[in-house]
């Protein structure tokens, strides 16, 4: 929605960008300054530092919207919350500062929360919940806030807000509004920028189709190097450098070194597959050596042709996407 | 005449302004013939190439045809003799370390395939491709700068090669039938019962810029324009552009003829230029003083939204020819994950230019996302290859901005200077 597509012709309708919205960040890593950790400190449960799923930014003015998707509410109690506190206190009078953008009151911001049919009204509620918490224990304004409702309805989805949402960010249409049509049995997902987060929780099935397309996006990465590639040279392939090819370099700015290493494990394991599904003696110019990472020896012209064969008829989705892959020795050896 | 007797006489020229002079007075001489209707010899033939547009990875000429088997020979700072197997088949001009420009005088069907396989052979170099949108904006620029009486050529090619009647023809190779105008030749006659439309007009400037946008509207092949000519402005005749980047001179000046090319290139890389700026999707690091790094997503979508609807069959035998085959028309590789009957996405690679690409198709509309450093180029064959086989009248936007603006933008600021 805030991709830039034509109002006449579009998949998806770019309401935010008709709305003058644009991506100011994704995933950022927000700390609270000092002064309000000391202020909230064991008053009341919330996290030192947070990292919302998106900051979109209006141009026609200095507001920002601070956006996170969850697939169902939470409660004030839960441990969802208290990262909710966070966002509702970073999104006040703070943020110009957080962001870097000057000193404090010099934007304004908003929490939105993305959230489905059924959960909306109590999602309002806990969020009403947690300011009043903010406001009656430590004192502390929070920001604006609310929720975008998301909900099939006939052949589309619908996206629902508030007028306080509407009237924040200067959106342009009245809610609701139908950003896509559903056909019948297609699935109306669209491409994907960022294929895999693996701190999102999400079914099997979700799990999977993210698994495949971050696959696919590694394979082409690695076709791409091979094709372009002259001879009588070898190529190396850092996990991470695949990792943040197939990611837009979002790879590289997460922080939570335990999913890193999560990731890191199902490339290693993805690119062992690609080699074991290539023919002898062909295999032997894939190795992997600990220093370095993957080394594709390409010697020849045939060598580079026959493997380019072999690894356009690899196909990620034959393999068990819902693998558990463990830890294996050395692994944190790539420099 | 036989081909080694070009190859003698191109050895023979050893600076630009005996090249210049020895090509001025052979087009001459063919325009002579042509007046004669007793063509002798192979007219001038001119092929625009792209290379890669990253200077970190933009080589030298002779360094990039010496990997594909071909030689050089350096005759000033720009221009340069090519052979290969000791036989010279013509001159290369470069243009900018991005855009080179190959003139010959052999015979069209041996300097197509030449090129052609000079192309397929190197990742880092391609056609420069000039779509239909493209050329309707040319075509506007041909109005402006011709006489009303003058005479203009346009080439309409459409084969909806994907109607389900096409699969009857089986084992085809299509990567080597990938678009290549070489329409001096006789073409092979097949009974097809789907839509396959050729033909080209002839007419004054002033005829065809009355009716041509009418006749649009009545018949959407004619959207596909797949040559244009450039009227001389120094005599009669003019230069042939191609989709692929091929122009034959059919006038009597070779230094008009360059200077058209010169032309049309600066537009293109105009083109290039705004295309890579607006589509290239990357992630843009922001510093700022505090936390740390922001990081902002930035490009924009392709869309290509087809003015018909493609049956299931259709859409279906396109993905099947384009990603069930390593060898296809569209050049392109991926596994197809299908999200519908009529929708499937692509995670892909331009196996032009060995670059990722990542692709939305349906029957309405083909969405592509471009990554920095794929060639802006895949773009516009990609935008060739649908008018070409899919839809004339596809409509194109980068971003919320329609293609034809952005060729028409690219085109304003390119002054139309010939050289005489």
């Known amino acids: 929605m805030a991709q830039p597509q034509s109002i006449l012709h579009f998949y998806i309708y770019p309401l935010f960008y008709e709305s003058g919205l644009r991506i100011y960040s994704i995933g950022p890593f927000l700390a609270l300054p000092p002064d309000i950790r000391l202020a909230v400190a064991e008053k009341i449960n919330c996290q030192d530092a947070v990292r919302p799923d998106l900051i979109l930014e209006s141009q026609r003015n200095r507001r920002l919207c601070i956006l996170e998707c969850k697939a169902s509410s939470f409660g004030p109690e839960s441990s969802t919350a208290s990262q909710a506190r966070s966002f509702l206190l970073i999104a006040s009078q703070i943020l110009s500062e957080i962001l870097g953008l000057g000193t404090r009151g010099e934007s304004e911001g908003m929490v939105c929360y993305f959230i489905g049919p059924d959960n909306a009204e109590l999602m309002e509620g806990t969020l009403d919940a947690l300011e009043k918490e903010i406001k009656e224990k430590v004192n502390c304004e929070s920001g604006n806030y609310g929720c975008f409702k998301i909900r099939p309805f006939e052949s589309s989805i619908i996206l629902e807000y508030p007028e306080k949402i509407k009237k924040f960010m200067n959106i342009i249409k009245d809610s609701p509004i139908q950003i896509t049509e559903i056909k019948k049995d297609t699935d109306p997902r669209p491409l994907y920028f960022i294929p895999y987060d693996p701190n999102i929780q999400q079914r099997k099935e979700e799990q999977e189709y993210c698994r495949r397309v971050l696959f696919e996006r590694i394979l082409s990465y690695v076709l791409s190097s091979i094709g372009g590639s002259t001879i009588s040279r070898s190529i190396t392939f850092l996990t991470d450098d695949l990792l943040n090819a197939a990611t837009f370099g979002i790879f590289d700015i997460w922080e939570d070194n335990e999913a890193k290493k999560h990731i890191r494990r199902l490339v290693k394991d993805f690119i062992a597959n690609i080699r074991a599904s290539i023919n002898e003696p062909l295999r032997e110019c894939i190795s992997y050596e600990s220093q370095k990472g993957w080394i594709i020896n390409l010697k020849d012209k045939e060598t580079q042709d026959e493997l380019l064969k072999q690894l356009q008829k690899f196909k990620p989705e034959e393999l068990d996407l819902s693998k558990m892959i463990e830890p294996t020795l050395f692994e944190n050896t790539e420099i | ?420």
Not at chain 2, 113 to 125: A, G, H, K, Q, T
Not at chain 2, 215 to 226: E, R, V
Not at chain 2, 253 to 259: A, I, K, P, W
Not at chain 2, 265 to 288: F, G
């Open chain 2, 1 to 420: 005449m036989p081909d080694i007797d070009i190859s003698k006489e191109l050895e023979s020229i050893n600076s630009r302004e005996k090249m210049i002079r020895y090509f001025d007075g052979y087009s001459a001489e063919r325009m002579e013939e042509l007046d004669e209707r007793k063509i002798k010899r192979p007219l001038v033939k001119s092929y625009m190439l792209e290379h890669v547009g990253d200077t970190d990875r933009q080589k030298g000429i002779t360094e990039l045809l010496s990997s594909i088997g071909k030689e050089t020979q350096k005759i000033d700072e720009n221009m340069y003799r090519v052979l290969e197997n000791k036989e010279y088949m013509g001159f290369l001009e470069v243009l900018t370390p991005r855009y080179f420009v190959f003139y010959t005088l052999h015979h069209s069907e041996k300097a197509d395939r030449w090129v052609r396989n000079m192309v397929l052979s190197s990742p880092d170099l391609d056609h420069v491709w000039l779509s239909g949108l493209t050329f309707d904006v040319l075509w506007r620029r041909v109005a402006q700068l011709s006489k009303p009486h003058r005479y203009v050529s346009l080439m309409f090619i459409h084969e909806s090669i994907y109607q389900i009647d096409s699969e009857i023809q089986g084992n085809e190779d299509d990567e080597d039938k990938e678009i290549s105008l070489s329409l001096e030749e006789g073409d092979l006659i097949e009974v097809v019962e789907r839509r396959a439309s050729k033909f080209k007009l002839v007419d004054k400037v002033s005829i065809v810029s009355d009716k041509l946008s009418k006749l649009q509207n009545l018949y959407s092949p004619l959207y596909a324009i797949s040559q244009l000519r450039f009227p001389s402005p120094v005599g009669r005749g003019g230069h042939d552009f191609y989709d692929n980047g091929k122009v034959t001179n059919r006038s009597g000046n070779f230094r008009d003829h360059r200077s058209h090319i010169l032309y049309v290139q600066r537009i293109y890389d105009e083109l290039m230029k705004m295309t890579e700026e607006r589509a290239w999707y990357s992630i843009y690091k922001e510093k700022v003083t505090i936390p740390g790094q922001f990081q902002k997503l930035i490009g924009s979508p392709v869309t290509i939204k087809f003015d018909e609807k493609l049956s299931e069959a259709t859409f279906n035998y396109w993905v099947k020819s384009t990603f069930g085959r390593l060898n296809n028309r569209f050049r392109l590789w991926g596994n197809p994950i299908i999200l519908g009957p009529t929708k499937i996405q692509v995670y892909g690679v331009d196996k032009h230019l060995w670059k990722p690409i990542f692709l939305e198709l349906t029957d309405e509309h083909l969405i592509a996302i471009v990554p920095k450093g794929t060639c802006g180029n895949t773009i516009h064959r990609l935008i060739c290859n649908i008018q070409r086989y899919i839809d004339p009248a596809a409509k194109a936007y980068i971003g919320s901005e329609e293609y034809q603006a952005i060729v028409d933008k690219s085109s304003r600021g390119i002054k139309y200077n010939i050289e005489h």
